[in-house]
């Protein structure tokens, strides 16, 4: 949500918005799937490929899950974002980049820092203004939103006449602890969707709601989509907003920017 926001409330708004999950890439194509390729580079090779961030040239990159980058990606993602260019794997021409890097994670970098399992300069690097996103169970108020929003997009996916959630449900989800954050409370609303006959019926472990009601409630659509990590990093961009743009824009989303580092 943070990255998003970001993103659409700066100037790049009108460019491309690129997601990499580090953690989803298997380690022997990161590089290739980064930074693309030429053709004949290795065996396989039968086609030159634009690599992820060149995809997001002009826009915002939102590297999530940062903390998993192996350490050999580390350095070569680091001489990226300093030098504003890159080279594709095969390649001899730098490529220049016009991006924002913006990366978020739920482990504790600085710890990973000091188990030098994460680089101590590319964390300094990435972490020009940081956001502490905490965790669902301490802004239940956020719940609603979150709920009414992945109720509309489950219903349109899945085919499923569900506008509306009765206020006994909402109370379930209000006093669920949610150690998942909004990825379990994404995972419960489609799973309740795709089980769902014409109205919701969770069955939630936990305290039972202490309101019984039948009256229907919608909840107001969300900003924007997007699971939470639970730090968010923005790397210096030339052309971005300035730092106190930044401050309004986490303002908005109830979530201060923590005192800069770098």
């Known amino acids: 949500l943070a990255a998003r926001a970001l993103h659409a409330h700066s100037t790049r708004a009108e460019g491309p918005f690129v997601v990499i999950n580090c953690g989803a890439i298997p380690d022997?194509?990161?590089?290739?799937?980064?930074?693309?390729?030429?053709?004949?580079?290795?065996?396989?090779a039968n086609h030159t490929k634009i690599g992820l961030v060149t995809t997001a040239n002009g826009g915002t990159l939102f590297l999530d899950e940062i903390g998993e980058l192996p350490l050999h990606m580390q350095v070569k993602l680091l001489r990226v974002i300093q030098e504003r260019r890159l080279i594709p794997v095969g390649g001899v021409q730098e490529q220049e980049l016009d991006i924002r890097f913006v990366s978020g994670t739920n482990r504790d970098l600085?710890?990973?820092?000091?188990?030098?399992?994460?680089?101590?300069?590319?964390?300094?690097?990435?972490?020009?203004?940081?956001?502490?996103?905490?965790?669902?169970?301490?802004?239940?108020?956020?719940?609603?939103?979150?709920?009414?929003?992945?109720?509309?997009?489950?219903?349109?996916?899945?085919?499923?006449?569900?506008?509306?959630?009765?206020?006994e449900t909402l109370d379930a989800l209000m006093n669920y602890p949610f150690g998942g954050n909004v990825r379990e409370l994404e995972n419960v609303i489609e799973r309740q969707v795709?089980?769902?006959?014409?109205?919701?019926?969770?069955?939630?472990?936990?305290?039972?709601?202490?309101?019984?009601?039948?009256?229907?409630?919608?909840?107001?659509?969300?900003l924007l989509p997007s699971p939470l990590p639970a730090q968010i990093l923005v790397a210096n961009s030339a052309a971005g907003p300035s730092r106190n743009r930044y401050f309004q824009i986490f303002d908005r989303l109830g979530s201060a920017p923590a005192p800069s580092q770098s």
């Open 110 to 167: 600085e710890a990973a820092v000091q188990q030098q399992s994460f680089r101590e300069d590319l964390y300094y690097r990435l972490n020009v203004v940081e956001v502490r996103m905490p965790p669902l169970r301490d802004r239940r108020e956020d719940i609603p939103l979150l709920a009414g929003h992945f109720l509309r997009n489950f219903s349109s996916e899945l085919g499923k006449e569900i506008r509306a959630m009765e206020r």
């Open 194 to 222: 795709i089980t769902a006959d014409g109205r919701l019926d969770l069955d939630l472990p936990g305290p039972e709601s202490a309101a019984r009601s039948n009256t229907e409630i919608v909840p107001p659509a969300p």
């Open 28 to 44: 022997n194509l990161l590089e290739s799937e980064l930074f693309g390729y030429e053709k004949g580079a290795f065996t396989g």
